[in-house]
């Protein structure tokens, strides 16, 4: 079974309202009713597989290990991990689980398109206290986490820059 995850924020719907994901909700509320000539269109979440979604948040709640295949990108096929799962995410419109491999003995982020047939263990763990999700993230470029940190200059034209200074 396949189903789309919609974000919900508190107090809203699980359905979709043309301007219930925009940052500029709160500012055309007070306009009055302008659904009928103002829309936004976030991208979707991609499609997860409910019974997938259901074992990893399980696993997150009562801090259980997880099993499951995963396959890397451009590797010919999927690998056996077991890891704590941490925390779960969805990024740029893509589900990602933050996770401690305990092959590996270190932390790793996994795509849930990408992983199958997972397995709640019966094996207990302890959240570290000083893992945060934001602090984990923090310096990201979406999920990809580099090593050290390096000042990039790009170079523009006129056309180019205008068209960047007015987006984040």
């Given at each position: 079974m ?37 829309s ?117 034209d ?8 007015g987006?984040?």
């Amino acid at each position: 079974m396949r189903f789309q995850l919609i974000p919900r924020t508190s107090g809203s719907s699980f359905f979709h309202e043309p301007l219930s994901f925009s940052p500029y909700k709160s500012g055309f509320l007070s306009l009055g009713s302008l659904d009928d000539v103002l829309s936004f269109r976030p991208f979707a979440p991609e499609d997860t597989d409910l019974e997938t979604f259901q074992i990893l948040t399980r696993g997150l709640q009562e801090h259980r290990a997880l099993k499951f295949l995963y396959k890397n990108l451009g590797a010919p096929k999927a690998q056996r991990r077991h890891l704590h799962p941490y925390h779960l995410a969805c990024i740029e419109n893509h589900w990602y689980l933050f996770a401690f491999d305990l092959k590996r003995q270190a932390m790793r982020t996994f795509v849930l398109t990408r992983l199958s047939q997972p397995e709640l263990t019966n094996e207990r763990f302890t959240l570290p206290k000083k893992f945060d999700p934001n602090e984990y993230l923090r310096g990201c470029f979406g999920v990809f986490k580099g090593g050290d940190d390096y000042e990039v200059v790009i170079e523009f034209d006129v056309w180019a820059t205008d068209l960047i200074r007015g987006r984040r």
